[in-house]
């Protein structure tokens, strides 16, 4: 029962953070935002959602491991983590690359303290979420696989922004 509550919440979570997205989406573009990294944006978009999958999938497999509260707890701080974050770039905040021309990157919040906090907490989360109940085959694998795709993420992202 708490894996079931623990999926719907992530999902209802996910779904919110892309709902803010699209919000700020149509801001960005209004304010005349150029799209940038468009043609691996649905590879992303394929690994977060296969990412839920392999939580499910390996937690029935494995015949339902108990909750770890330590990582729960790691989860939560990380949900706080990302709060900030997203605070912190305000409409700026997307789940694609957008730059609006003349407009400098922000550095205020995490920002001030480096350079990709947003991907810091993806990385935390793709492990720790399955750590949660000790889904050790989805952390591992999911970890390699977000690696690989944030290599081509944030190349790209550090282009957009130096130019």
Do not use: C
């Amino acid at each position: 029962m708490l894996f079931i509550v623990f999926i719907i919440f992530l999902v209802v979570q996910r779904m919110a953070e892309l709902y803010i997205s699209k919000r700020n989406e149509r801001w960005l573009l209004s304010q005349g935002a150029i799209e940038y990294g468009r043609e691996h944006y649905p590879y992303i978009v394929a690994l977060h959602s296969l990412f839920i999958v392999s939580l499910i999938v390996e937690y029935y497999l494995s015949g339902g491991q108990p909750m770890s509260y330590i990582f729960l707890l790691l989860f939560i701080l990380l949900l706080t983590f990302k709060y900030w974050v997203l605070s912190s770039l305000g409409l700026y905040w997307n789940t694609k690359i957008y730059r609006i021309p003349g407009v400098v990157a922000i550095k205020r919040g995490p920002y001030k303290l480096f350079k990709h906090p947003n991907y810091v907490d993806v990385v935390l989360e793709i492990a720790i979420i399955p750590l949660v109940f000790h889904l050790y085959y989805t952390a591992l694998i999911f970890s390699v696989l977000n690696a690989i795709m944030l290599s081509v993420r944030i190349r790209v992202e550090n282009k957009v922004w130096a130019d």
